[in-house]
């Protein structure tokens, strides 16, 4: 007897069926029985979907305070720019 095939479902397809599970649009049998999913399955993604909302915000928090030294990247783009002249000067040559 051969073992199924495991299935990997794609983070789309994951929201496309949680978001109307916590909408209480359908019920999780109703939609477990459309998708060909257990029940559990659902409940396990609706789980980690209401667990992550709150790190979004977080993460969020994190971007804002990151201080940006706007003379180090001036600085860079100069010396890059002066290297790409120099190396643009030298293939006109050859």
Avoid: C, Y
């Avoid at 073992?3 to 983070?11: C, D, G, K, L």
């Avoid at 649009?25 to 257990?38: G, S």
């Avoid at 979907?49 to 979004?56: E, I, V």
């Avoid at 990151?66 to 030298?90: M, Q, R, Y």
């Amino acid at each position: 007897m051969t073992r199924p095939t495991r299935r990997n479902h794609s983070p789309t397809f994951k929201s496309k069926i949680v978001l109307p599970a916590i909408k209480g649009k359908h019920t999780l049998a109703e939609m477990a029985k459309r998708i060909d999913v257990h029940t559990n399955q659902i409940l396990h993604w609706k789980k980690r979907l209401l667990n992550g909302t709150a790190g979004l915000f977080e993460h969020e928090a994190r971007l804002i305070e990151v201080p940006v030294d706007v003379n180090s990247l001036h600085a860079k783009i100069a010396e890059l720019t002066l290297g790409n002249d120099f190396l643009e000067g030298a293939l006109i040559k050859v």
